[in-house]
């Protein structure tokens, strides 16, 4: 159970109040508030990220309810209020916190984001929910936002698209994720691996793909055996399937067009140490310095490049690729569960744009394939569009290209949940000779 009241419990609130409301009312990602935060004291930094991510996985739930309790709507200028309101909701149903000392601590964060005259709200508006949960409960299921805590346009998007499956999809998102971590072939095998976990009381299991391992509990990455010397990285384990679908060769030259952080980059070079080079490239400098970090980790080489996939021409020196990963820039609604902000933070219209984006890429990319190659098309989401859709048109457009694939010729959609994986999208585009 968390350390709750006092001081200390009411600053870890108001952290987390200001980074929900950078989140919702300023649009930036989770990931951003987090890093641009002050960071909280040591024994609070679990508790920041569970009411950070917590608040975020039941945002559409807790908005509702407060709306509920509230008198009047709060105007914009309160947004941090707002986001105690949602806090305070969030842990009265979900954090392991006697009541009376989630309240207290609530309120108590009121004035360390400037909403010390609120104070008096905030206690009523949760003590009344207290009273009044099981009134409120019944009420919300019959608003399918509230009752999935998701937004309206991405549920209704789901029915049609999922009709038998929207249900189990969106409670995997709103579940908390499986820690999958992937060994680097280079340094160990996995069951080397998975002796050091049960040497240091980890609970684990091999799962899936050669090099994956998925863990009872997740854990800090630097808590790993080995971490610091490469022997492991954290990799879900649909994203480890990438590099088996690539169906490497020693000698080949590879290209990773869309590649930062650089998982997928990483299992590249440990499942095929002698292909002859791969190429790095991503258009986001600052998540390119990422990868350069952790390949240095797990000791790998590549030649890294920053620039636009839909641009070759100002970075191809021309010689084709017989490999081409294309982890494309998506909607992303199959990490949800690890990126819950993506439910607050996507638009309809950004799928529009994301498919747009994505015919561009594959179109560019195509030329740069050798005669007998073969591109991966890979995305982390399940709308129509952005997967069988846009590999359909593709290959009606290319008269070169057919689709092979993972499964028996097809291309492999992984729902979110999975396995215990993440959503997933595959398809194998080979080029004829
Ligand atoms: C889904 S992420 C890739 C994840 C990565 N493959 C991995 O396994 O760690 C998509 C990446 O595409 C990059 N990107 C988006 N548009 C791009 C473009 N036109 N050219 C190059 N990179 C692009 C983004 O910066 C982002 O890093």
Redesign the pocket.
């Known amino acids: 159970m968390f350390r709750l009241s006092g001081e200390a419990g009411a600053e870890v609130r108001a952290l987390a109040a200001r980074i929900n409301a950078r989140v919702v009312r300023d649009g930036v990602s989770l990931d951003r508030a987090l890093a641009e935060s002050p960071p909280p004291a040591q024994r609070d930094s679990g508790l920041l990220r569970s009411l950070s991510f917590g608040v975020l996985r039941w945002h559409h739930r807790v908005q509702w309810q407060a709306a509920q309790l509230l008198s009047r709507p709060l105007a914009p200028r309160d947004a941090e209020l707002a986001a105690l309101l949602r806090l305070g909701l969030f842990q009265l149903q979900w954090l392991r916190v006697p009541d009376h000392a989630a309240v207290s601590a609530t309120v108590a964060a009121a004035s360390m984001v400037g909403a010390g005259r609120a104070r008096g709200l905030i206690n009523a508006v949760l003590r009344r929910f207290l009273r009044e949960r099981n009134e409120i409960d019944e009420r919300m299921a019959a608003v399918p936002g509230a009752r999935y805590s998701h937004p309206e346009w991405m549920l209704e998007r789901l029915r049609v698209e999922w009709p038998d499956d929207w249900q189990a999809i969106v409670d995997a998102s709103n579940a908390l994720p499986t820690m999958w971590l992937r060994v680097n072939a280079r340094k160990g095998s996995r069951a080397e691996y998975l002796a050091m976990l049960e040497a240091g009381d980890i609970e684990a299991r091999a799962a899936g793909e050669d090099s994956a391992i998925e863990l009872a509990e997740p854990r800090p990455a630097a808590s790993l055996p080995g971490f610091e010397e490469g022997l492991v990285a954290v990799q879900d384990g649909a994203?480890q399937l990438?590099a088996s679908y690539l169906d490497l060769r020693s000698g080949q030259r590879v290209l990773?067009?869309?590649?930062?952080?650089?998982?997928?980059?990483a299992h590249i070079v440990e499942s095929c140490p002698d292909i002859e080079a791969l190429t790095v490239?991503?258009?986001?400098a600052g998540?390119l310095a990422t990868?350069e970090t952790a390949l240095e980790r797990l000791g790998h080489d590549a030649v890294v490049t920053v620039?636009?996939?839909?641009e070759p021409a100002t970075w191809w020196d021309g010689r084709p690729y017989d490999r081409i990963?294309l982890?494309?820039?998506?909607s992303a609604l199959g990490v949800i569960r690890r990126h819950p902000d993506i439910k607050v933070l996507r638009r309809p219209e950004d799928i529009a744009a994301s498919v747009v984006?994505q015919r561009r890429?594959l179109r560019s990319l195509w030329p740069l394939l050798a005669p007998g190659g073969r591109l991966l098309y890979a995305v982390?989401t399940l709308t129509a569009a952005e997967t069988a859709a846009q590999v359909a048109d593709f290959l009606g457009n290319t008269p070169d290209a057919g689709l092979t694939g993972p499964v028996a010729g097809r291309a492999r959609q992984i729902l979110p949940g999975e396995a215990n994986r993440d959503g997933f999208y595959y398809a194998c585009i080979d080029k004829k000779e």
């Not at 990773?256 to 980059?265: E, F, H, I, T």
């Not at 982890?327 to 998506?330: F, L, S, T, V």
Request: proline share 7%; net charge negative.
């Open positions: 994203a990438a990773d067009a869309c590649a930062a952080p650089g998982g997928k980059s490239l991503d258009r986001d998540r990868l620039g636009d996939a839909g990963l982890d494309a820039p998506c984006s890429l982390c």
